[in-house]
């Protein structure tokens, strides 16, 4: 395991949520109706944070959730390690809101299936848009993104890492280069 | 939490760790989310059956099993040994052996013969959960008794609990005694002499004959039920004189000055070890018991099938 680069720090990780923020705006035209869900883990920070971009921008506080998929992931005996399952947290009505998934990292695509999954089976959104701080390409699933922070060109045995500083203590993203 | 698990089986309490236990719990309350939408159903299990196997009636462990496996999206079977090929002389290892050659996946058995779902567990590659056995251990029925408790009073940890009625031939009082001691409770258990069993001392419980002292000191009393079907009414020819001197009252309840929680794992028996108006008072946490239930089933179905899945894979590793 070797660090092979430093792809965003502090400041530039803020500035791309920011920019996220507004382009959220502006495609829905405002916050009416409009919700962010987060994908446990780090999308679930990233969610907060973006919520308090928006409050930020237009003086307008709007429904943010979190999302726990662990029971509709189509992978969970590929796991050794068994992950918690965690609770899904949305204390709001999604029906015909306009939801915006959230997560730090779009990579094959199947976690955003699974929170497809796990949010159709909470209600009825009018649209759901997908906002992901990194993406690195290799799709396993006809899956993109609404909103990107950066686009990363990955190899297989590399991992996008992305600290935060509410789980981690400092705000980074980092490629990380596995021994083969 | 970094404890992982890894047993296919869950056979009791007395053989899991206290992060085990914790893990258990802690999963279960993310269950407990589910029962409350909708659509109350995740696809954890999909493609999965589980096979109800009860060698003793049971209607609320046997339904609470099957609702928490429909839940998981699983598919169920009941089987009912009085309508089957056990009453033809069937062995139970020859039965697991069946219901594992028809490629289920989780056995939930319920035994008369402590020891009973342990041994199937060993005969199988399927996951065996125990829902019952004999007086051994019924570890679904703690561990939802004690998930209710921390529900309640936010934690296990220092708790005085009291095991109140026939201790001797309860397997939720074992599998109780097993979890509280380990998640760092304390507890007493209570009831006449003779159905105390012997050296439950070095179970590491205090025990008292005076259910009014144990009232006193206790957070929450487990109400166990008097189970006249299993000794033929030997122990007490006269159910009013256990009411009388340990059933829990209101009368009783009212001269403790403090809150107090009373669970009772059921059925209930009105008027012998718990009045009407208690077990429908506002101590009474007996209904939401159940419902705590579906959570804590979830969360073992969900548990024994990935340890399972785990165990599999070390064998093809090798």
């Not at chain 2, 529900?151 to 026939?166: F, P, T």
């Not at chain 2, 020819?237 to 001197?245: A, R």
């Amino acid at each position: 395991m070797r660090e092979k680069a430093k792809i965003l720090d502090k400041d530039t990780l803020s500035r791309s949520l920011m920019r996220i923020a507004h382009e959220i705006l502006e495609k829905n035209k405002g916050t009416k109706d409009l919700c962010l869900v987060g994908i446990r883990n780090r999308g679930a920070y990233l969610a907060k944070r973006l919520g308090a971009c928006i409050q930020k921008i237009e003086n307008e506080s709007i429904p943010v959730g979190i999302l726990d998929i662990t029971l509709y992931r189509d992978d969970l005996t590929l796991i050794a390690s068994g992950p918690l399952v965690r609770k899904t947290e949305i204390d709001f009505d999604i029906t015909d809101k306009n939801i915006v998934l959230v997560d730090d990292v779009l990579y094959t695509g199947r976690t955003v299936r699974a929170a497809l999954d796990a949010l159709m089976d909470l209600g009825r959104a009018r649209s759901v848009q997908l906002a992901v701080l990194i993406d690195r390409g290799h799709r396993e699933l006809p899956v993109r993104a609404d909103y990107v922070g950066k686009n990363i060109p990955t190899a297989k045995n590399e991992t996008v890492e992305v600290r935060l500083e509410e789980p981690d203590g400092k705000d980074e993203v980092a490629i990380i280069e596995k021994d083969s | 939490m970094s404890t992982v698990w890894d047993k296919k089986d869950l056979l009791g309490l007395e053989n899991l760790s206290k992060d085990e236990i914790g893990l258990i719990l802690a999963t279960a309350e993310s269950f407990k989310e589910v029962s409350s939408r909708e659509i109350k159903k995740v696809p954890a299990l999909r493609g999965r059956t589980v096979v109800n196997l009860f060698y003793e009636p049971s209607t609320r462990t046997r339904v609470s099993f099957e609702v928490a496996a429909k839940r998981l999206s699983a598919d169920v079977i009941n089987i009912a040994t009085e309508t089957s090929s056990v009453k033809k002389g069937e062995t139970l290892i020859d039965t697991g052996k069946n219901i594992q050659a028809l490629k289920a996946d989780i056995i939930v058995m319920r035994h008369n013969y402590s020891g009973a779902a342990a041994m199937l567990a060993r005969a199988l590659e399927i996951s065996v959960v125990n829902a019952g056995d004999g007086w051994h251990e019924h570890p679904t029925q703690a561990l939802l008794d004690i998930f209710t408790l921390k529900e309640k009073l936010g934690r296990i940890q220092g708790l005085n609990v009291a095991i109140v009625g026939d201790i001797a031939h309860s397997r939720v009082a074992r599998s109780n005694i097993w979890g509280l001691t380990k998640l760092g409770a304390k507890v007493t258990v209570c009831a006449p002499p003779m159905l105390i069993p012997v050296a439950i001392e070095e179970m590491g419980v205090n025990v008292s004959h005076d259910i009014d002292d144990v009232l006193k000191d206790a957070d929450a009393v487990n109400v166990l039920r008097m189970q006249f079907e299993r000794d033929g009414g030997q122990a007490f020819p006269e159910q009013l004189e256990y009411f009388k001197n340990f059933g829990i009252t209101k009368e009783r309840l009212s001269k403790l000055k403090k809150d107090i929680i009373i669970m009772h794992p059921g059925p209930l028996n009105r008027g012998i070890e718990i009045s009407s108006e208690v077990a429908d008072g506002k101590h009474s946490v007996i209904l939401e018991q159940v419902t705590n239930g579906i959570a804590v089933r979830m969360a073992v179905l969900f548990l024994v099938a990935q340890g399972q899945d785990k165990s599999k894979k070390y064998e093809t590793a090798d």
